[in-house]
Structure formats: C-alpha cells, structure tokens
C-alpha cells in the first residue's frame, strides 16, 4: 500500500526557513514522482515543486522558484522541500503527494497519493 506522511511544518518569521518531510512507504522511488503541493485558505490547491525518482528532475512553480528546493533521500525513503526566505503568503497547508510516473508533468494531472498535510505559517 502506498502511503506518504507529511511533517515539518510549523510557525515562522518571514525571511525565515523550514523544511518539510515527506516519509514514504509502499513504492519506489525509481517507478514514482512525488510531489508538494499547498493550500491556502479561500483558495485553489497550488502544485509546488515535483521530482522525479526516474532521472530526479525538478519542477518548481514560479512562486517558489530561487526559494524552495525539493530533494530525495533514497536511503531514508523521504523527501524533502527546502524552504528558504518564507513569505506570509507561503502560509497554507503543504501535502505531499505521489504518482507512478517518470515525468514531473505529473503535478499539472493531478496525483493519485496524498498525505494529510502539514500547516505551515509565516508571520508577518
């Protein structure tokens, strides 16, 4: 069964950085992209940053891009989303999401595995 579990998330200053984690189970990341998406109160889910576990390439949307770096820990079956010089509007809930599929144009589909989300805030 595959199952994705956020963590990470949690109040900072704007300027300031965390990092989110994604555990994995039930997959592998060579036959899978995983991804990180958002949702902010009153508005539509946004498709943050993407990789592929076949030739780790990268998607980023262009709110993130220069900001956040999305990664993969083979060994520890995570992933990782890096953010750096956090913005009030960053503030939302951030799921992690998987797909068996190569291409990081996976995260304009949609991707068929979710996990409950994690609350991130970042005070003015």
């Known amino acids: 069964e595959v199952q994705v579990v956020e963590s990470g998330g949690g109040l900072v200053q704007a300027g300031g950085s965390l990092r989110l984690s994604c555990a994995v189970s039930?997959?592998?990341?060579?036959?899978?992209?995983v991804g990180w998406f958002r949702q902010a109160p009153g508005k539509e889910c946004e498709g943050v940053s993407c990789?592929?576990?076949?030739?780790?390439?990268?998607y980023y949307a262009d709110s993130v891009k220069g900001r956040f770096t999305i990664s993969i820990d083979n060994a520890k079956k995570k992933v990782y989303l890096q953010m750096n010089s956090l913005k009030p509007e960053d503030t939302a809930v951030y799921y992690c999401a998987a797909d068996r599929a190569g291409s990081v144009d996976v995260i304009k589909y949609g991707m068929n595995y979710w996990g409950k989300g994690t609350l991130v805030t970042v005070s003015s």
């Open positions: 990789i592929s576990g076949r030739d780790g390439s990268t």
């Open positions: 039930g997959f592998t990341f060579d036959d899978y992209a």
